[in-house]
Nanobody, 127 residues
Framework: QVQLVESGGGLMQAGGSLRLSCVAS??????????MGWFRQAPGKEREFVAG??????NYADSVKGRFTISKDNAKNTVYLQMNSLKPEDTAVYYC????????????????????WGQGTQVTVSS
């Protein structure tokens, strides 16, 4: 089993920045091979892909390209999501996910390819 714990959410004004962190624990001896993703879910909406990383390859939702950056520190079993130029429409609960068998960057945006999920962290952007 792999446990994921997100942190870094909060309330921010539009135009501001936040950095989310997700620390993995448990069976993480092969964390460097895990695909990691960030998803978000706004009230009344389905969970949607935000960003993903496998090895050094990344993939982003069109809505966050140029504003968000995902990175991974294998030594710390941690994945980050740097969010800049935040907009009110970025308001959501953000979830970290690990895909232990996902190997292609083309699948990073496939929710069903992830095996483990964190509990989520709330991000609220005010206008």
């Amino acid at each position: 089993q792999v446990q994921l714990v997100e942190s870094g959410g909060g309330l921010m004004q539009a135009g501001g920045s936040l950095r989310l962190s997700c620390v993995a624990s448990g069976r993480t001896f092969s964390f460097s091979t895990f695909a990691m993703g960030w998803f978000r879910q706004a009230p009344g909406k389905e969970r949607e892909f935000v960003a993903g990383i496998i090895w050094s390859r990344t993939n982003y939702a069109d809505s966050v390209k140029g504003r968000f950056t995902i990175s991974k520190d294998n030594a710390k079993n941690t994945v980050y999501l740097q969010m800049n130029s935040l907009k009110p429409e970025d308001t959501a609960v953000y979830y970290c996910a690990a895909g232990t068998t996902l190997r292609s960057d083309y699948e990073l945006n496939h929710l069903g390819r992830y095996d483990y999920w964190g509990q989520g962290t709330q991000v609220t952007v005010s206008s």
